[in-house]
């Protein structure tokens, strides 16, 4: 088994769609990582842990179509390819 740059790319792929299928009220609200969490004022720097927040919030908004068409891909190639 080689590692390549398709394998790479794979396991991006897996990787941003743990993040996009992380369903907050139900898991991440329990671990404390919930949207009420982690709201800090004006001025101030935010944490980690809201920065990750946003992170996690984006890709679930932004990545929601371009990864629809890359897992369609990536299946389609491992159909074909093995």
């Known amino acids: 088994m080689a ?3 398709y394998s790479l790319l794979q396991a991006a792929l897996l990787f941003v ?11 991440l609200s329990k671990i404390g990582w919930g949207a009420d ?4 004022g004006f001025g101030e720097e935010p944490e980690i842990k ?9 890709v679930r ?6 990864l629809i068409m890359e897992n369609s891909i990536s299946i389609v190639l491992l159909l074909l390819f093995g």
């Open 17 to 27: 769609n743990a993040i996009a299928v992380l369903y907050e009220e139900r898991f």
């Open 61 to 66: 908004t932004v990545m929601r179509v371009p």
């Open 37 to 40: 969490q982690g709201i800090g």
């Open 50 to 58: 809201s920065q990750l927040m946003n992170l996690v919030r984006s």
């Open 3 to 5: 590692f390549t740059l």
